[in-house]
């Protein structure tokens, strides 16, 4: 299917690995040119690769940047204005319950995710209004919905960025911008594995059973779910097949959130 987003620019963050990078790939795919932006210079520069493999004669810019800084935020801002979507996807929240987590945990976690996101929304906000065009997703994570007090930074902060986003998409469409959110499940990154491997540290006093925890999680399929598939759905928000979508977030966990048995 062609969904309409050859020519288009767009942003992706914490797009060097995990869902990011499928989603940069996927919209490369689909004809856009490409900013993607990371910490990481080294896996930045291989992500870049990776997007130009995954759609041969994609254009791309690498911004290594941390977006848990004002300043860089700014800086991505800066150069990317001409950008139509933006897809907040940086932020590492660590796992650890509410006596486990210190007072820099929550500020750094905090200052990347949550006020990373709504800063970088903020300010792209701007411009597209002054347009009338542009998308804004929010990659954000189930744990907002399934409240876990073993990952309350995580929780909590989703839990903000979902309020955020049906907040603001519910006005956006008044200036031509729609704003609207993404909570992919358990997904097999990088990410979910460290998360697995804190859990597992805590319950059997070694990261090396994570496994064990995975195959306790009753998930559905038997499996986590995979980027592209998460990264497919992020193309079709951005798309205008998704025109008339704003203000709301799309659950992709295979039906995880109400999977009581």
């Not at 990264?231 to 998704?242: C, G, I, R």
Request: with cysteine; hydrophobic share 45%; charged share 20%.
């Amino acid at each position: 299917m062609d969904l309409g987003l050859a020519g288009k620019r767009a942003v992706v963050t914490g797009a060097s690995k995990g869902i990011g990078l499928a989603v940069a790939q996927a919209l490369a795919r689909e004809g856009c040119a490409i900013d993607i932006a990371a910490r990481d210079q080294v896996a930045l520069a291989a992500a870049g690769e990776s997007v130009t493999a995954a759609a041969p004669g994609s254009q791309i810019r690498v911004h290594s940047l941390d977006l848990g800084g004002v300043d860089d935020q700014e800086r991505l801002v800066q150069a990317c204005c001409d950008a139509e979507i933006l897809v907040n996807n940086a932020g590492a929240v660590p796992a650890g319950s509410l006596d486990e987590t210190s007072d820099s945990q929550w500020r750094d976690g905090w200052n990347l995710k949550v006020f990373g996101y709504i800063n970088l929304s903020r300010a792209f906000y701007k411009i597209m209004q002054r347009r009338r065009s542009g998308v804004i997703i929010n990659i954000i994570g189930s744990a907002g919905d399934r409240l876990n007090a073993k990952y309350i930074m995580g929780s909590t902060g989703n839990a903000a960025l979902m309020a955020f986003t049906r907040s603001a998409g519910s006005q956006s469409p008044d200036f031509g911008v729609r704003i609207v959110g993404v909570n992919p499940g358990y997904t097999a990154t990088e990410r979910a594995e460290n998360q697995l491997r804190a859990f597992s540290s805590k319950r059997f006093g070694t990261a090396d059973r994570w496994r064990e925890i995975e195959s306790d999680m009753n998930l559905p399929f038997g499996r986590m779910a995979r980027p592209e598939e998460i990264a497919d759905v992020v193309a079709f928000l951005a798309s205008p097949k998704a025109s008339y979508i704003s203000g709301t977030i799309v659950t992709v966990d295979g039906g995880a959130l109400h999977r009581n048995f």
